[in-house]
């Protein structure tokens, strides 16, 4: 066993999870997450991934820190306005664990660039405030056999789903096609409450963690809704479209991967 | 026999290194603790039940059988 003594004491009330055990952690150290998006999804979700103990987090994000941010993405603190996220967030992630290799990545990920960035991953957390960007997530993912969390918040509701690509349906299995941008309500100009967002990221980063893990059963060919004003959670079966244009045509090869 | 001295580690990290070591012996071995009276002689043979491990404890040291 190669846990160091300041790993131990850390990770202890993991560590003593019946689930659990050092083998998980080393596993986890030897890992590598994207967390695409430093927001209201991306904040809980890479927060509790450095938490953890993953062995590198990369983290996504071409925006910077706005005073309208802050109810609802707590990486980032008001003394941090103007900042950008990406770097922002590498900063308080290592100060909350310093044994994880944090890299920011600054910039926006769109289909150009989404298969450089996600390669070498072993899972992706798509905390994405776009249907472009969770497109190409997707995509990418899928390209690179890569698993991936999807999560999305709107208002005072939520939904996740964690895909294997090659095994199991993917966003674009779910969803086939992106909606009209005139139907779409960014974030931007619709409300979401920060903790229903904490709620949703917080589940992705179990989700992430149980795929690396093998802890539990995945959240996979399921996509859960949860609305956050009943406190009513959905599981809505998805499944594989063989005609899928992001996941039909994933290599052997990547999914073994 | 594996034995391990735990006295002075105070719960829940007596019960951490032990499971870690039960990790890296075979079912059927056993492993032999140190403990402190106390807390941790109560909850680190109740744990490794829980573990679904065989346990028995004479004194101050807990023999735990992996299972």
Not at chain 1, 40 to 59: C, D, E, F, M, Q
Not at chain 1, 76 to 98: F, Q
Not at chain 2, 8 to 16: D, L, Q, R, S
Request: proline share 6%; hydrophobic share 40%.
């Amino acid at each position: 066993m190669t846990l160091t003594d300041s790993e131990l004491e850390r990770y202890s009330r993991q560590l003593v999870l019946p689930e659990w055990s050092g083998e998980a952690q080393e596993r986890l150290r030897g890992s590598s997450a994207i967390v695409v998006g430093a927001g209201a999804l991306g904040s809980p979700a890479a927060t509790y991934l450095a938490a953890a103990g993953l062995g590198r987090i990369g983290v996504v994000d071409s925006d910077d820190v706005e005073l309208s941010n802050l109810h609802r993405q707590p990486l980032h603190y008001t003394p941090d306005i103007g900042l950008r996220k990406a770097e922002n967030a590498a900063v308080k992630l290592r100060a909350l664990n310093p044994e994880v290799e944090v890299d920011p990545y600054p910039a926006r990920l769109g289909s150009d660039n989404a298969e450089t960035i996600v390669t070498g991953a072993d899972v992706v957390v798509d905390c994405a405030d776009s249907f472009e960007t969770r497109y190409a997530v997707n995509d990418a993912c899928c390209a690179l056999g890569v698993p991936l969390v999807e999560g999305a918040v709107l208002g005072l509701g939520g939904q996740v789903m964690a895909i294997v690509p090659g095994q199991t349906a993917c966003y674009r299995c779910a969803f086939p096609a992106p909606p009209s941008p005139e139907s779409v309500p960014s974030c931007r100009e619709a409300g979401v409450l920060g903790a229903v967002a904490g709620i949703v990221g917080s589940i992705q980063a179990l989700e992430a963690l149980k795929l690396l893990t093998g802890l539990g059963t995945p959240l996979v060919d399921r996509l859960l809704h949860i609305d956050g004003a009943t406190m009513e959670h959905t599981l809505i079966a998805t499944e594989r479209r063989e005609d899928c244009a992001s996941c039909s045509r994933v290599a052997a090869s990547a999914q073994s991967g | 026999m594996r034995e391990m001295d735990l006295t002075g580690v105070p719960c829940p990290m007596n019960w951490v290194r032990a499971r870690l070591a039960l990790e890296e012996i075979e079912d059927g071995e056993p492993l032999e603790l140190v403990l402190d009276p106390g807390e941790p002689m109560r909850s680190v043979p109740l744990s490794a039940r829980e573990d679904g491990h065989d346990v028995t404890v004479t004194g101050n040291r807990v023999t735990i059988v992996k299972r």
